[in-house]
Nanobody
Framework: QVQLVESGGGLVQAGGSLRLSCAAS????????MGWFRQAPGQEREFVAA????????RYADSVKGRFTIFRENAKNTMYLQMNSLKPEDTAVYYC?????????????????WGQGTQVTVSS
């Protein structure tokens, strides 16, 4: 089992940057594929980015491709989401998720563990 805690959210102007972190408990972080999802008010949770166990494979939603970068440091039990060129439509609660799989997963229902979320607000 793994517990996840997100941090790094906040208020930023359009065009700005933020780096989200997802800290995981336990000694088996490298056994989990990880992902970032977001949910805006009144909308369903949507995929943002995902990374494989060793960080070698990544996938991105088309809406963030070229602006966001997902990466992980297994020695620190931490995953990150570097968000650049932020837009007002990126405003949402961002969640990290984990699953014991060798795959890179984009479907939220496939993830077993979730953090509590961190708010990102981008002003125009």
């Amino acid at each position: 089992q793994v517990q996840l805690v997100e941090s790094g959210g906040g208020l930023v102007q359009a065009g700005g940057s933020l780096r989200l972190s997802c800290a995981a408990s336990g000694r088996t972080f490298s056994s989990y594929a990880m992902g970032w999802f977001r949910q805006a008010p009144g909308q369903e949770r949507e995929f943002v980015a995902a990374v494989s166990r060793n960080g070698g494979n990544t996938r991105y939603a088309d809406s963030v491709k070229g602006r966001f970068t997902i990466f992980r440091e297994n020695a620190k039990n931490t995953m990150y989401l570097q968000m650049n060129s932020l837009k007002p439509e990126d405003t949402a609660v961002y969640y990290c998720a984990a699953d014991r799989t060798t795959l890179v997963i984009t479907i939220p229902e496939k993830y077993d563990y979730w953090g509590q979320g961190t708010q990102v607000t981008v002003s125009s």
